[in-house]
């Protein structure tokens, strides 16, 4: 089965932490559409209403603002669910390096306190975003799951990777099933940061000159958002071990430098003087070529529709026709 997406039967009682975010609100959409009882929780830190303010009002649709931080709020509305999407977290790289506590607080101490809650309400299904950043500078390219010594360098890969090592202690000591998603590059509607985002505000604020990190060499895979969430939940469906664990990526490459051509040729901009900063890497903690090897969600059944330049441009597309809208 390819990466189209498909109707999917599940009927159990979903909650989706994180879910008014970038990739939680699509992973919402489908399950709403599937006629699954769906719970919202997130604090609105990274996310919006106005992504899932559609299902407001339907019967089995709820949000609940709060923090996954708070401990209390999060094991009262966690019980009588049956699945845990636990998306919530820091989504931007370089914020957790201005503030060395954001990643273990909102990723490693939230992942914690989310397997504590489905520990002690008997929910006995975790999924977690996790990130291809927790292999850090591999020196195997496509990287496999089982690469290793895993040695991030950004604190967000170092937080993600601890999530996981959570995740697997729990999953040993007190039942919780476990499936982990190793994400590449997301990218689509409604992003609120990353390589497109940025260079499109660049460009808002000067189309005739655009500032691009690093020296445009870096290279990369890129998936689009409604790939990743019928990944995401093809592998729920049908991988049924203890612990699960998957990259979930396209299955090759793209520069910044092809990134940068491609967006602009959808701007329809012309004479873009293009400055680039120099360095291999963007910004401290990015990893500069990075390739998911997809092998393990292949003979899963799942593949991917789109390459990376594709998800690239159907993506550059939606990003420049919704900053136009929202700058009007």
């Not at 994180?18 to 009882?37: H, M, Q, R, W, Y």
């Not at 202690?169 to 007190?174: H, M």
Request: charged content about 25%; overall charge negative; glycine content about 10%.
């Amino acid at each position: 089965m390819t990466g189209a997406l498909r109707g999917c039967v599940i009927h159990m009682s979903q909650m989706v932490t994180g879910g008014a975010g970038f990739i939680g609100s699509a992973l919402v959409d489908k399950l709403v559409a599937d006629g699954e009882p769906v719970a919202v929780y997130d604090n609105l830190s990274n996310g919006s209403e106005s992504f899932i303010s559609q299902h407001f009002g339907k019967p089995d649709f709820k949000f609940i603002k709060a923090d996954v931080l708070d401990f209390e709020r999060l094991l009262k509305e966690m019980d009588g669910h049956s699945v845990v999407w636990h998306l919530a977290a820091n989504p931007d790289i370089r914020k957790g390096t201005e503030s060395s506590r954001m990643d273990l607080e909102q990723n490693t101490l939230a992942t914690y306190n989310v397997l504590e809650a489905a520990r002690k309400t008997d929910i006995d299904s975790v999924v977690f975003s996790s990130t291809s950043t927790i292999y850090g500078r591999a020196s195997v390219l496509p990287t496999p799951e089982d690469y290793g010594p895993c040695l991030p360098i950004s604190l967000y890969g170092a937080s993600k990777l601890a999530c996981e090592g959570l995740l697997s202690a729990y999953a040993e000591l007190y039942g919780v099933k476990g499936w982990i998603y190793r994400f590449a590059n997301i990218v689509g509607d409604r992003s609120t940061h990353g390589i497109l985002y940025d260079l499109v505000e660049k460009l808002n604020r000067n189309p005739a000159e655009l500032e691009v990190l690093g020296d445009g060499n870096q290279k990369k895979s890129y998936l689009l958002v409604e790939e990743c969430v019928d990944g995401m939940m093809f592998g729920f469906e049908n991988a049924k071990d203890k612990l699960n664990y998957f990259n979930l990526g396209s299955e090759d490459q793209i520069t910044v430098r092809r990134i940068v051509e491609v967006l602009i040729e959808e701007t329809g901009l012309k004479d873009v003087q293009l400055k680039y900063t120099g360095g291999e890497s963007g910004w401290a903690g990015d990893v500069p070529k990075q390739l998911l090897s997809t092998k393990k969600m292949t003979e899963l059944g799942w593949t991917p529709s789109h390459s990376s330049e594709e998800a690239i441009r159907e993506a550059a597309r939606i990003t420049v026709r919704e900053y136009l809208r929202a700058s009007k």
